[in-house]
């Protein structure tokens, strides 16, 4: 089950840089929400797969039964969802902000830093 | 409390001297030159303990973990370094005074600020017992030797040469850093006197070559020895008064300091003197010939000091107490009439404008004193009797002679010799007697500022050579002392008898004369030599400096091009071959095997989730790239779900339907047909990238699920939640009470961007199209 799980989260992953690496701002922000999807997927496989019953205490018990999922990458992947959503959501108001001032997703033609000058204007170094 | 209260008032003299120049006036140099005449007082009055063969020492705690203190020396050697600093140092404070007399009081105000700061600095390093505490002072002087060459900081030279010295003696101190701390780690102390009295401890330590290889870059660099003597005529730029004190009296001498400190440790390695006499030679033959064919009579004089640098590194490399005497005599004599010479060529240039030693002449006319200042410092650095310059010549001749070595040094040092006989020529007869006819406007003569330099150093020379006894026994007995360890009967007088010193003498002389009468077709001859050009200046040195600049800007170029395709596929790059790196490393440390029972529900789930995010790189339309990735959420939903995690479950529900909806809002405003932002090229090496990158998270992921995980913190939250948070949802409760604040800052983060993007679409009344350009 594990290797299925690893190539699974290979794939997400893969899509996820091959989509990063787009100059088209939304392409990118897709790329991020697959990248993090395969983060948690990745903890969630971390901490062991065998158990499937939801960590919760049984009423009468006072300590977690040994036949419960592992709650630790839950509650650290339950954190990782909201933060990721919360990522993505903002990248995309913020590309289409952009997309409103600038009239563009492409990053080519995001050039209002480059516009500014580069500190190599003569075309190399001089001394002093 | 000696060495506090020296500090202080060189230090304090340095605070005050802006207000003290803006508020006395003329009188505000003299006033603050009282500063270093103070501490010379103070030093010279410990003379008769010094000579007694004491050696004052004192220490302040700072880092005792480290070994570190504030604790200081004096002894014969440093006390005669002590007082030639601030001897100098008060003269240079009266010059600098009356040389910045027109330019605005804060300029001199500066000026002086820095030279007392930097008299501080030196001050400390040889006084410095802890070789730390001395190296903090040595780069101190290297800064403020930065800020001294590159005063006028308008002129693109002077800055430059400033950039050139900090960079040759700032490297050279962290050499010279590194091999204190290769002798702090041989040892376990950093201190001078005990490594002295464990000399033959350190010699016996493995780290013995690289301390002092390490120790002679410092001092090399420092002291400017070839193949680095290129960076001290270039220091010319700096202010007269700052080249007489800095770059021929004091500063540069601090690697000859450093050098004959560490002589005696080293008596016992070979190659050690063997190096010193090498180096030292070459750099008097390459400074004299050097000499030779320099234009400007501050650089006539630069390379003079190079070669006079030359012959103490390699008096220190002669063994035999008659070199260390030499060595020490010459110490004094060089200050004396190099720092004279160079306050002649401050008047001469400064009256004058005039830089060019070709372009003086007559200037005895109209600036008497000055003229006479410059022979008599000049004949004593020809070595004629009955100069103090001849007594210390006499005695270089001897320490040749009876040391161990061949007659290549003696020759070395004839040619020297004689060069410097014609340099002393050169630089005081023909600008200031000669070629009366060229004698540039001056624009105003000598004040008494200007002159009680010069006169002071320059009839010291002659003093001293008439009574040589007086400064031998009183200074370079008792420095002698402290450099060998045993006492040397130091007698100096004119007249030893015709010895082979007086025939070397005699030959040096004539040779000299004969130099100076024929410089100018000599030096014609050898400037016509194209060859000679850079042959020993900084071309290599610009050639590192550039190439490395060029390196920066190529790499810079190439990396930071604006392209953020660019950024990425770098940073991706980099963490790929980071991770085959790791891989590779790692070799047959993470066995693959396969664990768990194969779920059908879950593999489907898989397969559906790894065939939506596949499909999210092919699809052509925005759209169809968003419900791509909707599935794999709601695919990852259903894979939390069925293993046990309906918290997760029911938070990526949610989350993915509220990011669909938000993402399907952006995209209802954008231009929905995609086109390919990215060359075929491309694509195909961001999807190698994209594949390597794949593979490398499925071996770490498959390896990393092949053994059992650590369940410790598990236990601990599942042992604990209900008995002491009273929570049966163990998820729930690791979330709201054992990591508590972790959530709050989650909060945080979703309140956060939801305000940043609420700020970033509200509609504004104007459009905002940011200016181009």
Known sequence: MNLVFSLAIAAIMGAGIYLVLSRNVMRIIFGVSLMSAGTN???????????????????????????????????????????????????????????????????????????????????????? | ???????????????????????????????????????????????????????????????????????????????????????????????????????????????????????????????????????????????????????????????????????????????????????????????????????????ASPWLVPIIVLMLLGAFTKSAQVPFQFWLPNAMQAPTPASAYLHSATMVKLGVFLLARFDHVFATVPWFGATLVIVGSLTMLVASFEALRATGFKAVLAQSTVASLGILVMLIGLNGEVAVVATVGFLITHAFYKAALFFCAGNAIHATGEAHLGRLGGLAR???????????????????????????????????????????PVVIAVIVNSVMVGVAGIVSIRPFFLNRRRTPKVRHGETPGLLIGPLTLALGGIALGIVPNVVAVTLIGPAVLALTGIPVDVSFSLWHGVTPMLVLSGVVITMGVLLAVFWTPIHIRLRRRRILHGLFGDRFYDKVFNGTLNLASTSTRILQNGDQHRYTAVVMASVVVILGLGLLLAGNGAPISATGPLRISVLAVLVLAAVGAIATTLTR?????????????????????????????????????????ILTAVLLRLPVKREHTRLPRERRRDAILASLFAVFVFIGAASMSSAPPDMELSLFFGANSYLEAYGRNVVNVILVDFRAIDTLGEVAVVAFATLAAWALLRRRSTPTKPAKG
Do not use: H
């Not at chain 2, 050696?55 to 070994?67: D, E, H, Q």
């Open chain 1, 41 to 128: 997927l990745l903890i969630f496989l971390a901490g062991g797969l065998q158990e499937i019953a939801p960590p919760v205490i049984e009423k009468g018990e006072e300590v977690l039964g040994t036949a419960s999922a592992n709650p630790l990458p839950q509650a650290l992947i339950l954190t990782a969802i909201v933060i990721g959503f919360s990522l993505v959501a903002f990248a995309a108001a913020l590309a289409l902000q952009v997309y409103r001032s600038d009239g563009t997703i492409d990053t080519r033609e995001m050039t209002a830093a480059e516009d500014l000058g580069t500190p190599f204007t003569t075309g190399g170094a001089t001394n002093g």
């Open chain 2, 621 to 661: 339309s925005l759209v169809g790239a968003l419900v791509s990735v909707g599935i794999v959420g709601f695919a990852s939903a259903l894979i939390f779900l069925l293993n046990g995690a309906p918290d997760l479950a029911l938070t990526q529900f949610a989350v993915e339907t509220l990011l669909v909806v």
């Open chain 2, 366 to 408: 109209v600036l008497p004193f000055t003229a006479l200042a410059a022979v008599l410092a000049s004949f004593s650095m020809a070595g004629l009797p009955p100069f103090i310059g001849f007594i210390s010549k006499e005695y270089l001749f001897e320490a040749q002679l009876s040391s161990g070595w061949n007659a290549i």
């Open chain 2, 1 to 203: 409390m000696l060495f506090v209260i020296l500090l202080l008032i060189c230090a304090g003299a340095a605070l005050l001297a802006r207000p003290v120049l803006l508020m006395g006036g003329r009188f505000g140099a003299p006033l603050l030159a009282l500063a270093p005449l103070a501490a010379f007082v103070l030093l010279a009055r410990q003379q008769p303990t010094i000579a007694a063969g004491e050696v004052i020492l004192a220490s302040y705690t700072w880092v005792p973990s480290l070994g570190v203190d504030f604790s200081f020396r004096l002894d014969g050697f440093s006390l005669l370094f002590s007082l030639l600093i601030t001897g100098i140092g008060t003269l240079v404070t009266l010059y600098a005074g009356a040389y910045f007399a027109e330019k605005p009081r804060a300029t001199a105000g500066r000026f002086l600020s820095l030279i007392l700061l930097f008299m501080t600095a030196m001050l400390g390093t040889v006084l410095a017992d802890n070789l730390v505490v001395m190296f903090l002072f040595w780069e101190a002087t290297s800064l403020l030797s930065f800020l001294l060459v590159g005063f006028d900081s308008e002129k693109a030279e002077a800055r430059k040469a400033a950039l050139q010295a900090l960079i040759v003696t700032g490297g050279g101190g962290l050499a010279l850093f590194a091999s204190i701390l290769l002798i702090g780690l041989s040892l376990g102390t950093f201190s001078y006197t005990e490594v002295i009295a464990r000399s033959d401890e350190l010699v």
